[in-house]
């Protein structure tokens, strides 16, 4: 029998290939399959970030889990992807799933894991958070010595936005899209939409900073924000 | 007169030199002047990082921030240095900055960058963060989904540290320490010890990973855990 082999969780950081670490580029160069989440359309922004990387001919393994607001589809489409890399790993195949980001901040893999962890080895390369690039395109710092830095998904409703963000120095709004407006009329509710800073697409093509309280609505579009939008904001400056 | 050149906060991870980006590689390697910070006995973690990457006879620009609770001494210490780094940018000689994780994330670089931008082109290569690195080894997931992370440093009193947890998902409390029987306390208090996971130099050679309710405060040593120690908390599990 085959010797088992390990699940690796990649993180391929938030975009920029060069923003890999060379622990990813061994991994990724060297597993037996390459597993990653794709969306509806079947495409994968990890998998993209990692191409230039990806040996010809490697065994590849799409994985899509249903984004709706039931959770059941979401378990049962982990329960089949942790039972396929599972049978992997016992044929002696090592697996490296790709992660945007880092593995276990606000992604995927940990589901995988959660599964897996116990019955297969795992090891987790850890990468770049989209927010550290969201912080280096801004010069805004995530958070300084003594500062509590509170991450807030823009999903949540207004009334948890606001004890989310009461007791932090420095807030992460993420995955914004939709939700703009809420957001904004919680922060100027706050006293702070002059000290938020938005960006749409840190590190992609369609890259934008704007300063909140000069963000026009306009400018939003019809869908809203980007899904990937990030509002940062500190409450005071550096001392 | 030379061209002016540009300084870059560079991150170069938690640890492993492996866990470096491609890009921080690159900046190393080609930068004219290598800034990093050091502790009172002159050494430098960030420098030990990226110590096979620095090349024979580049010059080095060690800098000390007295870390007191005064802050005037640290101001002093940041304006000097943001003073010899603006004079070898006009010089034409571009600076690195090392920075250990991210040099936005609980970093000295904000401070030199809150000093010189607008005078200079700046440019942070974001690094990987220590907690990225402390969720990797312990497989303990930052934030999942729609939950709220709070980043909380160790230092402050009890109450804010209570009320920075209170309306947390997940929670990583950072430079821990000598407070680790205060932190240990306030966990006690909100019913969360049991949810609770301890490393002590996460990614280094002395480390060690326990849950919070198996950590026996004689195994902290006459020190109290390691400063580097952080505790990570989920209020539930992922689901």
Chains 1, 2 share one sequence.
Do not use: W
């Not at 039972?83 to 980001?101: E, F, N, T």
């Not at 959660?114 to 805004?140: F, M, N």
């Not at 100027?188 to 093509?205: C, D, F, K, P, W």
């Not at 000069?214 to 939008?229: L, M, P, Q, R, V």
């Amino acid at each position: 029998m085959a010797k088992e082999e390990t699940l690796y969780g990649v993180g391929v950081g938030p975009g920029d290939p060069k923003l890999m670490t060379i622990r990813a580029g061994e991994v990724i160069r060297a597993a037996d399959v390459l597993a990653y989440p794709v969306n509806g359309a079947g495409t994968s922004r990890a998998r993209a970030i990692a191409s230039a990387l990806i040996p010809a001919g490697v065994t590849e393994m799409p994985i899509h889990i249903p984004m709706r607001s039931e959770r059941e589809p979401a378990r049962a489409a982990y329960d089949a992807a942790a039972q396929a890399i599972s049978d992997h790993l016992k044929a002696g195949r090592s697996v490296a799933y790709l992660c945007v980001g880092d593995p276990l901040f606000y992604g995927s893999f940990m589901y995988l894991s959660a599964r897996l962890k116990g019955a297969h080895k795992i090891e987790v390369i850890p990468g770049v958070a989209s927010l550290s690039a969201c912080a280096a395109q801004t010069l805004v710092p995530l958070a300084g010595r003594d500062d509590v830095l509170s991450v807030v998904p823009a999903t949540l409703g207004e009334d948890e936005l606001k004890s989310a963000l009461a007791a932090a120095d420095s807030m992460a709004i993420i995955k914004v899209g939709r939700h703009f407006a809420k957001v904004r009329a919680v922060l100027r509710a706050l006293g702070l939409e002059g000290r938020a800073t938005i960006l749409e697409s840190a590190t992609g093509e369609s890259e934008r900073i704007t300063t909140l309280d000069k963000f026009s609505d306009e400018t939003i579009g019809e869908e809203g924000a980007h899904y990937f939008s990030t509002i940062l904001v500190r409450r005071k400056e550096l001392s």
